[in-house]
């Protein structure tokens, strides 16, 4: 909390409609409120795999306060998305989740991860009786990868008190022993199962070879599933012909703008991340950014710079190309601004790219047009010039000094 946020002690003179500081206060009394008990009857919409301590690490069934109709609710993503939900919404239904944790090998098995594996699998919320080794004590944990999660506590009791109805395409790759985790996830995937179901089906080891399967932390298996998938869709938009036009797509959700920029070329993608002044961690009082990029023989290590958001980025933009039938080369600029306040997770850059890319695009002659243009929205909206980005493009530097096979004929 910064001196501005002690002058202002919540009156909104930072322009938000609401106080970061206050929300997460408000959610605490709420949870605190609600979470008076060590034993209770409640329903789980997912499991949690933690990371510290690794190989031998703590998984959790993330479960409501008390039995709820629209459990699946807080922990839908896709849904947040489609239906705009804010972030106080988000972070009200995540601050009550609790987290009934117990330490576990990624190799061994014992009864609550058979609880955790069976809930993963559910369609629907899965109804339990929890008994807690004390009363959960109240945490908002934030992170870039990960949706919120609330309270925490020793899990001491355990058991499912309805039937888990799983889908049977579902039982169909969990039963598979000899079917590999990257033909499971695509194979879901194609039947329409989300990447929320899927990264919970493959972190509590249920998917891949049988001497394979393990318990995968839930951050590594978030950005794991967007990277399999969008290796399968880069696989399929090669045989594609090139886009025609020159377009760009602005959209935003939740303070994450996008300018998604097209260029007719070989599939080739690069992501800039910028951090507006005073935005998210970004304390100074210019603009930052952090970039990766990939050409057309795709990626062998991992995007250091921008991460998660640089797999679920490039997911929404191979779905776009794909619905398109086309392929070319993309330049993906997130610009974070102080709207965002709080950090969500991953899901929220994937479905902000998403939207972004329904929107109808503008198009343009040449690339020397459609920079123009974005240098002109990029100086009227958020007041800096974006040839600070676009100097740094690999992908437009390659574009421009590469000679194509066309110029000789």
């Known amino acids: 909390m910064n001196t501005q946020c002690l002058k202002c002690k919540g ?3 930072c322009g938000r409609s609401y106080c970061p500081h206050i929300l997460r206060s408000k959610a605490m009394f709420k949870v605190e409120k609600n979470i008076d008990k060590s034993d209770f009857s409640t329903s789980s919409p997912a499991p949690f795999v933690g990371r510290f301590g690794y190989p031998n690490i703590n998984v959790g069934i993330l479960s409501t306060p008390n039995l709820e109709e629209d459990a699946w609710l807080y922990d839908a993503p896709k849904h947040w998305a489609k239906e705009n939900f804010k972030i106080p919404k988000i972070i009200d239904l995540r601050s009550s989740l609790v987290n009934s944790r117990f330490k576990v090998n990624i190799k061994k098995q014992n009864k609550f991860l058979d609880i955790s594996q069976e809930i993963s699998m ?7 009786e929890v008994s807690l080794e004390d009363k959960p004590k109240f945490r908002l944990n934030n992170d870039t990868i990960m949706a919120p999660l609330g309270p925490n506590a ?4 355990a058991d499912i008190t309805s039937n888990p109805k799983i889908h049977t395409k579902v039982d169909k790759v969990v039963s598979d ?22 990264t919970k089906i493959l972190s ?3 998917l891949g070879l049988k001497n394979n399967r393990k318990l995968v932390p839930s951050r590594w298996s978030i950005t794991a599933v967007d990277d399999l998938l969008g290796k399968h869709l ?5 045989d594609y012909s090139q886009i025609s036009d020159y377009m760009v797509y602005f959209e935003n959700y939740l303070g994450n703008y996008y300018l998604i920029i097209m260029i007719p070329d070989v599939w080739s993608y690069e992501l800039f991340e910028t951090y507006m002044p005073n935005a998210s961690w970004n304390t100074s009082k210019e603009v930052s950014f952090t970039t990766d990029f990939e050409t057309c023989n795709g990626r062998k290590n991992y995007a250091q710079n921008c991460t998660g958001g640089y797999y679920s980025v490039r997911l929404g933009v191979l779905e776009k190309f794909k619905q398109m039938k086309r392929q070319g080369s993309c330049i ?3 610009i974070i601004t102080g709207e965002y306040t709080t950090p969500l997770g991953v899901w929220v850059t994937r479905e902000a ?3 972004t890319l329904k929107e109808k695009p503008l198009k343009f002659g040449s690339l020397n047009l459609l920079l123009k243009y974005v240098n002109a929205l990029i100086k009227k909206k958020f007041g800096f010039d974006s040839n600070i980005i676009i100097t740094k493009s690999l992908l437009i530097k390659n574009f421009k000094s590469q000679s194509k096979l066309s110029k000789f004929f």
């Open 11 to 13: 009156n909104g003179h």
């Open 204 to 206: 509590v080891g249920n």
């Open 234 to 238: 880069y696989q399929e938009i090669l």
């Open 122 to 128: 559910a369609s629907r919320p899965v109804d339990i």
């Open 353 to 355: 790219a998403r939207i």
């Open 332 to 334: 993906a600029i997130r």
């Open 154 to 157: 020793d899990l001491k009791k």
């Open 177 to 198: 022993t000899d079917l590999k985790a990257n033909d499971a996830v695509n194979y879901l995937y194609k039947n329409n199962f989300d990447e929320n179901f899927l």
